[in-house]
Each structure stands twice: as structure tokens, then as C-alpha cells.
């Protein structure tokens, strides 16, 4: 076998259970103690600080959650309250154009009932005036019956029941005239 060399560094005996190493220092033992202790405090300090720290952030976080889903929940109902609405809005525009086809409907009804009414009005607008000629020419051939029965009674009375024959006629046709302006 091969030698194999092996190198340690001489530790003093009397002194290593009293001190301890730090890199190529010697510290009393108190000292390191004391160190560790510090280093154990200021790391508590810190755990302490990072847990109020967070605490706050969380209660603050949870805080901002709250107003956030009490913010959700206020839009929802208004979005919620704004679909109603919609719906009624919708019923009652449905509702008004239905009514709107039943008043047009009712317009082109009377639209047409008026349009035969002046179709009526012109036709008996036409008979009145034909009767009123026939009025006249009765009271022009009466006007001449009176003429002659003038003349005729001169004669003799058979032209009296011609007379009176006429005037029936001439107040019949002047009353059906009177009923048709009625």
C-alpha cells in the first residue's frame, strides 16, 4: 500500500473547552453566548414585527375583501333590480304596441266608415237636388194648373178636382221632401 499522509493542526487541550473559534479569532465563551442571545432576541424582534406587519396587511386585506364583495353584492341586487325593470318595461311596451295596432286598426275603420258616410252625404245630396227640381217643376205645373183652373172655373168645376188633386201631390212630395232632409 501506498503511505498516506495525513495533516492535523495541533488544538491545544488545555484551552478549547473555554473558548470558541471564530475564523482565526478566539472568543470567550460568555461573549459567544452573549452573541447567540442577541442574535436569538433581534431574530424574535423581527418574527414579532413581520406577524403585526402581516397582521395589519391582513386585516387591511381583509377589510378591502369585505368592501369588495359588499360592493358585488350591492351590484348584483341593482343589477338584479334593473333586469325587473327591463322586464316590466318590455311587458308594458308590448302592451302599448299592441294597442297601438288596435287603435290603427280602428282608425282604418273609421278611416272607411267616414269615406262611405261622404259616399252617402254626395247621394242624397244628388236626390235632394233632384227632388228639389222635382218640387219645383211640380210647383210650376201647379202654378199652371191654377192657371187654367182660373180660366176654368169660368168653364165649370171639373177643374176644381184637378186643383185639389194637384195640391195633394204638391204637399205629399214637399213632406217626403222634409222627411228625407230629416
Known amino acids: 500500500m501506498a503511505p498516506t499522509l495525513y495533516h492535523y493542526f495541533p488544538v491545544p487541550m488545555d484551552d478549547h473547552s473555554k473558548k470558541v473559534v471564530l475564523g482565526n479569532r478566539n472568543l470567550p465563551r460568555w461573549l459567544w453566548i452573549l452573541l447567540v442571545l442577541v442574535i ?33 353584492h350591492l351590484l348584483e341586487l341593482q343589477l338584479t333590480q334593473t333586469q325587473e325593470s327591463l322586464g316590466v318595461a318590455k311587458a308594458q311596451a308590448a302592451s302599448c304596441n299592441q294597442t ?28 235632394i237636388t233632384n227632388l228639389t227640381q222635382q218640387l219645383k217643376n211640380t210647383a210650376a205645373e201647379l202654378e199652371q194648373l191654377r192657371k187654367e183652373h182660373a180660366s176654368g172655373e169660368k168653364n165649370g168645376s171639373t177643374s176644381s178636382r184637378n186643383a185639389r188633386s194637384s195640391l195633394v201631390v204638391v204637399v205629399l212630395l214637399s213632406l217626403s221632401f222634409r222627411a228625407l232632409l230629416a
Open 100 to 127: 297601438v295596432g288596435t287603435l290603427k286598426s280602428s282608425l282604418e275603420m273609421e278611416k272607411a266608415e267616414s269615406q262611405k258616410q261622404r259616399e252617402l252625404a254626395q247621394k242624397l245630396q244628388g236626390e
Open 40 to 72: 436569538l432576541g433581534l431574530t424574535v424582534a423581527v418574527i414579532v414585527l413581520a406577524v403585526e406587519n402581516s397582521s395589519e396587511a391582513c386585516k387591511n386585506g381583509l377589510q378591502a375583501e369585505q368592501k369588495c364583495r359588499n360592493k358585488t
